[in-house]
């Protein structure tokens, strides 16, 4: 008999009564060769994520079977679950900067791929700015990227997880982080180019330096995801043409105002140092034309729709989308435009497993970390007997 640990995984078919891709999407569904496929994993903003709005992440899926992670807000993971991405196809994460809004479920992808099927390094690319230090009350450069210290604490705050896990599975490499620092001045610079696959950046105008916008290029179509920023001429000029340009957008003032009880004051500044109001994005359209626009990264409520496609609608009459979470484009080299859908899910779904721990490997240790070297005899003596 055939060893079917070692087959390749399968989707399940689907009933051709219920399977409507004109209608939604339903994960397990094929990609064709030459499709894209793009998942808006998570589209709130800052501090206002909801159980319809995780924090921001976009998942990508080329024909080729190249995968992406642009950034990992929290709660991201549940889509990703639900959606049944498995972590081994969340190998290369992407991240437009460091506001935890944008990667605090990093961490959940990187300590629970080695115990699920991703037992390859994770690999990190993000923008760095060297940190400036105070010194007499000199602002001086430092020499250690932003990213590097990033990734180590990430690797301190979950060395429990990490060391536990290690002492009852065999998790290969899945524990090694490799760290692929941007750098943010570059206009445009190339974060990865593998098997057809061009990723660029440029800079984004959120705060202070040291944030990035992503361009994806490959089989002759493209998608940009702009991560948090101020309206700006690099993405003008770098997302001219684009077949999926997806732009965060601030909501509006006074709506901000009022669902934040903040002042006009504050609600201005955070929006003027940060963000794109509506008005704004649709200048930016105007001169990119791209075939497909969405809104990500925005608090929506149905308060809020017809101001923003007001703003847009103001400078330019393109194809115009507001993104929600579960949200599926499929982009085809000889299609007209974009598909949209949302996405059929299973409300208690199991993780997903594509690639099956193999303890002949020689990439795995030949034995885990001995657990009784982390167990003080004295405590773990009192676990009832015959407890299983």
Same mark, same amino acid.
């Given at each position: 008999?055939?060893?079917?640990?070692?087959?390749?995984?399968?989707?399940?078919?689907?009933?051709?009564?219920?399977?409507?891709?004109?209608?939604?999407?339903?994960?397990?569904?094929?990609?064709?060769?030459?499709?894209?496929?793009?998942?808006?994993?998570?589209?709130?903003?800052?501090?206002?994520?909801?159980?319809?709005?995780?924090?921001?992440?976009?998942?990508?899926?080329?024909?080729?079977?190249?995968?992406?992670?642009?950034?990992?807000?929290?709660?991201?993971?549940?889509?990703?679950?639900?959606?049944?991405?498995?972590?081994?196809?969340?190998?290369?994460?992407?991240?437009?900067?460091?506001?935890?809004?944008?990667?605090?479920?990093?961490?959940?992808?990187?300590?629970?791929?080695?115990?699920?099927?991703?037992?390859?390094?994770?690999?990190?690319?993000?923008?760095?700015?060297?940190?400036?230090?105070?010194?007499?009350?000199?602002? #001086?450069?430092?020499?250690?990227?932003?990213?590097?210290?990033?990734?180590?604490?990430?690797?301190?705050?979950?060395?429990?997880?990490?060391?536990?896990?290690?002492?009852?599975?065999?998790?290969?490499?899945?524990?090694?982080?490799?760290?692929?620092?941007?750098?943010?001045?570059?206009?445009?610079?190339?974060?990865?180019?593998?098997?057809?696959?061009?990723?660029?950046?440029?800079?984004?105008?959120?705060?202070?330096?040291?944030?990035?916008?992503?361009?994806?290029?490959?089989?002759?179509?493209?998608?940009?995801?702009?991560?948090?920023?101020?309206?700006?001429?690099?993405?003008?000029?770098?997302?001219?043409?684009?077949?999926?340009?997806?732009?965060?957008?601030?909501?509006?003032?006074?709506?901000?105002?009022?669902?934040?009880m903040i002042s006009a004051q504050q609600a201005n500044t955070i929006i003027d140092y940060s963000h794109t109001p509506a008005r704004a994005l649709g200048k930016i359209l105007k001169h990119t034309n791209p075939r497909l626009a969405v809104t990500c990264h925005c608090p929506v409520d149905p308060e809020e729709w017809a101001g923003l496609i007001d703003g847009v609608r103001a400078s330019w009459n393109g194809d115009y989308q507001i993104g929600e979470d579960l949200m599926v484009f499929t982009l085809t080299k000889s299609g007209p435009k974009p598909t949209i859908r949302k996405g059929y899910i299973h409300e208690r779904p199991w993780g997903v497993t594509l690639v099956?721990?193999?303890?002949?490997?020689?990439?795995?240790?030949?034995?885990?970390?001995?657990?009784?070297?982390?167990?003080?005899?004295? #405590?773990?003596?009192?676990?009832?007997?015959?407890?299983?």
């Open positions: 008999m055939a060893d079917q640990s070692k087959e390749p995984f399968k989707p399940a078919e689907l009933d051709p009564r219920i399977a409507r891709p004109d209608l939604w999407f339903y994960p397990g569904e094929e990609l064709g060769p030459d499709q894209i496929r793009v998942t808006l994993m998570g589209t709130g903003w800052g501090n206002v994520i909801r159980p319809n709005q995780k924090g921001a992440s976009i998942y990508i899926e080329l024909g080729n079977g190249e995968t992406f992670v642009l950034d990992a807000g929290p709660g991201c993971g549940v889509n990703y679950n639900v959606m049944q991405v498995p972590f081994s196809k969340m190998d290369k994460v992407f991240l437009t900067h460091l506001h935890t809004d944008h990667c605090s479920d990093l961490s959940w992808i990187y300590t629970f791929g080695p115990a699920t099927d991703r037992f390859t390094p994770l690999h990190v690319f993000g923008p760095h700015n060297y940190q400036k230090q105070h010194k007499g009350g000199t602002i #001086i450069p430092g020499d250690i990227p932003n990213l590097h210290r990033f990734i180590e604490g990430l690797k301190q705050f979950t060395e429990w997880h990490t060391v536990s896990f290690e002492t009852c599975l065999k998790v290969g490499h899945g524990y090694e982080i490799e760290v692929h620092p941007l750098n943010y001045r570059q206009v445009p610079g190339i974060a990865y180019q593998a098997n057809g696959v061009t990723i660029s950046h440029w800079p984004a105008l959120h705060i202070i330096d040291g944030a990035i916008s992503y361009r994806l290029d490959w089989n002759g179509m493209s998608v940009v995801w702009s991560g948090d920023t101020q309206p700006n001429h690099y993405t003008v000029e770098h997302a001219k043409g684009v077949d999926l340009l997806i732009h965060e957008t601030a909501p509006d003032v006074t709506r901000f105002m009022q669902a934040q099956q721990r193999q303890n002949s490997d020689p990439k795995f240790r030949d034995q885990p970390l001995n657990v009784q070297e982390y167990r003080t005899p004295g #405590i773990f003596a009192e676990k009832l007997k015959d407890s299983k």
